[in-house]
């Protein structure tokens, strides 16, 4: 095993959607799901002969074992049905839909495994895979109209009547509260004014919280959509988003003012403080960034209805929320 591959961009790449929704032969898929079994024994090695120290590779390490272990169940899922074992597949499938995690690797499997159930003239067990999903995705996951042309697939006959009469009633909302409170306290400089900024101040309100570096390119991408946002949506939410950098060690306070001038950042940007950090409250710097935090008015997280263990939310799912808002 090459130590160039153990690092975190190259197994999130790796341990995606993409690598389980690809076509690739059954000799070398097996092969790979070979390496990835093995993986997990190579970091612990690893980790073993740096013993307690507490550096940069060792995290990635660590964050490395973490996206491995969570995809072998999918692996795992994925070689039954590389090899037609279609109904241990669905098994297994249906376990993992009922541990509420992974939505975004669940679908390639689902969608080739009720493709496979077809192919075999099971189309009933073809239905139980997109009743899965139908219970299971948001529209956000996975659209409606994306979801009644399956069904559509499956039973040319009745397939869309049954979407609108049945199915289209089973999506899940979303987003909902947790029982988990975002806690919002603190005064902060503000990035774009220099001037002091209080979070208590936002009590009451539905908040989303931006975190992002001024050396991250997907922050960058964000400021516009950001940016529409605010415009579309600004009298149902505050946006305010948190320069981390500070946590990093990538920028200043005066070249991250900078930042937010050259890029015409409107919305509220705020400085973060390592004595106090609001981005270590959050638990962003393991996560990764941009990453997006929604709370509601009695300061409760919003998310996902099924991936229940993560409480960030995406963009996508923000504007979907706020767009069913009244």
Not at 43 to 58: A, H, I, K, N, P
Not at 136 to 159: E, H, I, K
Request: with cysteine; glycine share 6%.
């Amino acid at each position: 095993m090459n130590a160039y591959i153990l690092r975190v961009s190259d197994m999130s790449w790796i341990c995606s959607s993409q690598t389980l929704s690809s076509t690739i032969p059954i000799n070398a898929w097996e092969s790979l799901a070979d390496d990835l079994r093995r993986m997990p024994g190579v970091v612990r090695e690893y980790l073993r002969s740096w013993g307690s120290s507490d550096t940069l590779e060792m995290n990635e390490l660590h964050t490395i074992d973490r996206i491995v272990n969570r995809f072998l169940p999918f692996v795992r899922i994925k070689g039954a049905i590389v090899n037609s074992q279609n109904d241990t597949a669905l098994s297994m499938l249906v376990k993992l839909f009922e541990e509420k995690g992974g939505g975004e690797l669940l679908l390639p499997l689902a969608d080739q495994l009720w493709r496979s159930y077809l192919k075999g003239e099971q189309p009933k067990r073809a239905g139980i895979v997109l009743d899965l999903l139908a219970q299971s995705l948001t529209v956000v996951d996975l659209p409606n109209d994306s979801l009644r042309l399956r069904y559509l697939a499956a039973d040319p006959q009745g397939g869309s009547d049954y979407f609108d009469r049945t199915a289209k009633a089973r999506r899940p909302p979303v987003l909902v509260a947790s029982s988990e409170r975002g806690e919002l306290t603190g005064i902060y400089r503000d990035l774009r004014t220099g001037e002091a900024w209080n979070l208590d101040s936002l009590r009451g309100r539905l908040v989303l919280l931006d975190f992002w570096t001024t050396w991250c390119y997907y922050c960058l991408e964000d400021i516009g959509l950001l940016k529409h946002l605010v415009e579309q949506f600004g009298g149902k939410v505050t946006l305010i988003s948190v320069c981390s950098d500070a946590l990093t060690r990538t920028a200043d306070l005066s070249s991250a003012g900078k930042f937010v001038r050259d890029h015409s950042i409107t919305y509220m940007a705020l400085w973060d403080d390592s004595t106090r950090s609001i981005t270590e409250r959050f638990d962003v710097s393991k996560l990764g960034y941009p990453r997006k935090f929604l709370i509601d008015s009695s300061g409760r997280l919003l998310v996902h209805p099924r991936e229940i263990g993560r409480k960030y939310v995406t963009l996508e799912e923000v504007t979907a929320y706020l767009s069913m808002l009244h």
